[in-house]
């Protein structure tokens, strides 16, 4: 008996093998990009700075609610953050941008208390 050819079987694994890198790298360049960030701070919630670029959410009636989250826009630049991206918002008094560095994230117009 003559002995069925193998190279079915090695082209199938050659073609997983690529397929499992391709999804790899395209879910490595999705997340980059910040597609898969959520907003860690919700419309109407209070914060605390805590530092020159990070803040805390606390409860709006304690004495260390420093600015009340008026909206937020997802997917910006941390220069659009500074360059209009809270107009939507007159009552901003500072804006508050998170995200990865070089890449999108998330602009927080925040008001004053």
């Given at each position: 008996?003559?002995?069925?050819?193998?190279?079915?079987?090695t082209?199938?694994?050659?073609l997983?093998?690529?397929?499992?890198?391709?999804?790899v790298?395209?879910?490595?360049?999705?997340?980059?990009?910040?597609?898969?960030?959520?907003?860690?701070?919700?419309?109407g919630?209070?914060?605390?700075q805590?530092?020159?670029?990070?803040?805390?959410t606390?409860d709006c009636?304690?004495?260390?609610a420093?600015?009340?989250?008026?909206g937020?826009?997802?997917k910006q630049?941390?220069?659009?953050g500074?360059?209009?991206a809270?107009?939507?918002?007159?009552?901003?008094?500072?804006?508050?941008?998170e995200?990865?560095?070089?890449?999108?994230?998330?602009?927080y117009?925040?008001?004053?208390?």
């Amino acid at each position: 008996m003559a002995e069925p050819p193998k190279k079915a079987g090695t082209l199938k694994r050659i073609l997983t093998s690529v397929g499992i890198a391709v999804l790899v790298i395209l879910g490595g360049i999705l997340w980059r990009s910040g597609v898969f960030d959520t907003p860690s701070l919700k419309v109407g919630a209070c914060v605390q700075q805590t530092s020159s670029d990070s803040v805390k959410t606390v409860d709006c009636g304690s004495a260390e609610a420093q600015y009340k989250v008026l909206g937020i826009k997802e997917k910006q630049s941390q220069a659009s953050g500074r360059l209009g991206a809270c107009n939507d918002w007159p009552d901003t008094t500072s804006v508050y941008w998170e995200g990865r560095n070089n890449s999108s994230g998330t602009v927080y117009c925040l008001q004053k208390l």
